[in-house]
């Protein structure tokens, strides 16, 4: 039997930490501070459209703010805060002590921190990639964008791949470690919807990590792939970038209705109507969501029956949407309803999200996608999407698992007041840009004329994002306040909730299950609570628990990829302090010399002793 386990300090134990629930509050911590940058980006390039030709920032600066908030909010913010919630709670969801690679775990969020960092270099080194978040051709090309825009390239190459790698954890965790008794059809709403979306990742960020690439041996080495006047072609990147640019969206929105398809039933007091057709719904989205990436090239020529073809294949994703909505309000309908935050969040994404997906549909036909194309009814619709659908999610998921993660509740009166504040700051926000868009107000602009009957709309969409702003500073203060003040959670299951992760008991054990559970049904907690004595069957003995042991290599590997693409970077840089192949040859040797002393190191982990199971379990385990 190998050693128990070793003692550390606490912050060589985050460090090193394989373990799924730490690397869970990593990601939910790290996607807040990228959250919160993209945030104040956004706010002040509103300050700057508060008012016909202002100055406040400059156009360059505003176009910088511009890439730098959507790329960061898409792949530094929405996706590491989803990867929080997956992390944290798939294996307890399916019964299982861990991840199926906790040490790949550790490495993916160690590799999407690193790009992350890699790309916010780029404001010391000139400013940052001024292209736009979808990067086209030629403006990301090198006659036209500097070295930010190298920044976002190997940035976003670097950040995905600890996606990629991270999503093909969660699906061979999901295949291969659930509990005796937890079939596919009996899998937790949240697990399904974590499941398609890292099928999606698998196959949409290979096109980006392989145009990326493209786009690299473009800028650095002088190739010529999308360079018209050489043979290349502009609109093959449109198309490599759609290709994973529109799943992106469901990459996002479907473990979102994951979250609201756990919350809705908690505080519904009932079991999801339509389970199965909510399953196959989502099947259905995913795979429509990922055919129909042209739809958002109808202006670029591709001729009527593509655009038709494209068009109607769009409009179709609303009736499996529309199967999920009506389910979501026959849960709640006739219910005994509990509007807490979580639940107050959950609600609110309801209609929100509808609103978004009406006008995706009018944007899915393509003589009307020609008129609003380039307006602000576009960045309406999108941010309904994102921001009314996803981040509501977001935040209905923060308040309904915070409990489980940290140990004490969220002052109530405070999340409230936070909901109400956010919003209506939200509607204040984009709402009003339906309406600009319709008055023919362009996007990706840094200003605009007076008298044109766009002030008074743009002075309100800025008011909005102030309420924003100050809902989310309560939420910071509503974390600070609980983490002193806030009502201990001294239960395994505050909310008499119906999944697994509400049997093991609060703080989560290092193992998670002492012994692994005997799954009967779906909603196994409350069936036990129904038909049992309210506590979970074991499917097992009460025997030594096998662990992983902690590992720096994770983190050494990041740091070689760090700095092997900020070599590849500074070969486009104007007298660079040191040569740039030292820089990417060292990066790449730490890479590839700490993954051979992975291969070659024996590292059998460590158990847990009987005695320890034993006494937990004393103590209220589960």
Same mark, same amino acid.
């Given at each position: 039997m190998a050693a128990q386990k070793q003692e550390k300090s606490v912050i060589w134990d985050w460090l090193?930490?394989?373990?799924?629930?730490? =690397?869970? +509050?990593?990601?939910?911590?790290?996607?807040? =501070?990228?959250?919160?940058?993209?945030?104040?980006?956004?706010?002040?390039?509103?300050? $700057? =459209?508060?008012?016909?030709?202002?100055?406040? =920032?400059?156009? $360059?600066?505003?176009?910088?703010?511009?890439?730098?908030? #959507?790329?960061?909010?898409?792949?530094?913010?929405?996706?590491?805060?989803?990867?929080?919630f997956m992390n944290y709670v798939i294996p307890l969801q399916i019964g299982a002590r861990d991840v199926a690679f906790p040490f790949v775990n550790a490495l993916g969020f160690w590799i999407f921190f690193a790009g992350g960092l890699l790309l916010s270099l780029s404001w010391f080194f000139g400013g940052g990639p001024d292209a736009g978040w979808t990067a086209y051709v030629p403006l990301s090309s090198r006659d036209y964008a500097g070295v930010g825009l190298d920044f976002y390239v190997l940035g976003l190459q670097v950040s995905g791949i600890g996606t990629l790698i991270s999503a093909i954890n969660f699906l061979v965790t999901i295949i291969n470690m659930r509990a005796p008794g937890m079939t596919m059809m009996r899998l937790p709403l949240f697990v399904w919807t974590s499941f398609i979306s890292s099928t999606l990742i698998l196959f949409a960020f290979t096109p980006l990590a392989a145009g990326l690439a493209l786009l690299m041996l473009d800028r650095i080495f002088g190739a010529q792939f999308f360079i018209p006047s050489m043979g290349g072609n502009t609109v093959l990147w449109q198309h490599i970038f759609w290709i994973f640019g529109?799943?992106?969206?469901?990459?996002?929105?479907?473990?979102?209705?994951?979250? +609201?398809?756990?919350?809705?039933?908690?505080?519904?007091?009932?079991?999801?109507?339509?389970?199965?057709?909510?399953?196959?719904?989502?099947?259905?989205?995913?795979?429509?969501?990922?055919?129909?990436?042209?739809?958002?090239?109808?202006?670029? #020529?591709?001729g009527p029956v593509a655009n038709s073809i494209f068009a109607i294949a769009t409009m179709t994703i609303a009736v499996p949407t529309g199967i999920k909505i009506f389910n979501?309000?026959?849960?709640?309908?006739? #219910?005994? +309803?509990t509007f807490n935050t979580a639940m107050l969040f959950a609600s609110s994404f309801v209609p929100t999200f509808v609103l978004g997906g009406v006008t995706g549909v009018m944007l899915a036909m393509a003589p009307v996608d020609y008129l609003y194309h380039d307006t602000y009814f576009v960045v309406a619709h999108f941010h309904y999407i994102i921001v009314g659908g996803i981040v509501l999610a977001l935040f209905a998921g923060l308040f309904y698992w915070y409990p489980k993660m940290f140990g004490h509740m969220l002052n109530e009166t405070l999340g409230k007041l936070f909901f109400w504040i956010f919003y209506i700051g939200f509607h204040l926000t984009f709402f009003v840009q339906h309406l600009l868009g319709l008055m023919g107000m362009p996007r990706r602009v840094y200003t605009y004329l007076g008298d044109q009957g766009l002030d008074t709309f743009n002075f309100i969409s800025t008011i #909005?994002?102030?309420f924003m702003s100050a809902g989310v500073i309560l939420l910071v203060i509503n974390v600070i306040y609980s983490a002193f003040k806030g009502e201990r959670v001294t239960v395994a299951d505050p909310w008499d909730a119906r999944t697994l992760e509400w049997a093991v008991p609060t703080p989560v054990p290092e193992y998670n299950f002492a012994q692994t559970p005997q799954v009967r049904s779906l909603d196994p907690l409350f069936y036990e609570k129904i038909h049992g004595d309210g506590t979970m069957k074991p499917a097992e003995p009460i025997q030594p628990i096998h662990m992983p042991n902690g590992s720096i290599l994770p983190l050494i590997i990041s740091i070689g990829l760090f700095f092997a693409g900020l070599g590849f970077i500074m070969m486009n840089m104007d007298n660079p302090i040191i040569n740039p192949w030292i820089v990417a040859i060292g990066g790449l040797v730490i890479t590839f010399g700490s993954m051979f002393v992975r291969s070659v190191k024996e590292d059998h982990g460590y158990y847990v002793p009987v005695e320890q199971v034993k006494a937990d379990l004393k103590k209220g385990g589960n």
């Open positions: 090193t930490t394989v373990d799924h629930k730490k =690397l869970g +509050i990593m990601y939910l911590i790290a996607g807040t =501070l990228f959250f919160v940058k993209a945030g104040v980006m956004a706010l002040f390039m509103r300050i $700057q =459209l508060m008012y016909p030709e202002m100055n406040f =920032l400059s156009g $360059q600066t505003f176009n910088e703010f511009i890439t730098m908030h #959507g790329t960061i909010m898409l792949f530094l913010a929405a996706t590491p805060l989803l990867f929080a529109h799943p992106e969206v469901y990459i996002l929105v479907l473990p979102a209705f994951g979250i +609201i398809s756990e919350v809705i039933p908690a505080f519904s007091r009932k079991r999801l109507f339509g389970y199965t057709a909510m399953v196959f719904a989502t099947m259905i989205i995913a795979f429509l969501g990922f055919m129909v990436w042209a739809h958002h090239m109808f202006t670029v #020529g591709m979501w309000l026959f849960t709640m309908w006739g #219910g005994k +309803i #909005g994002t102030f």
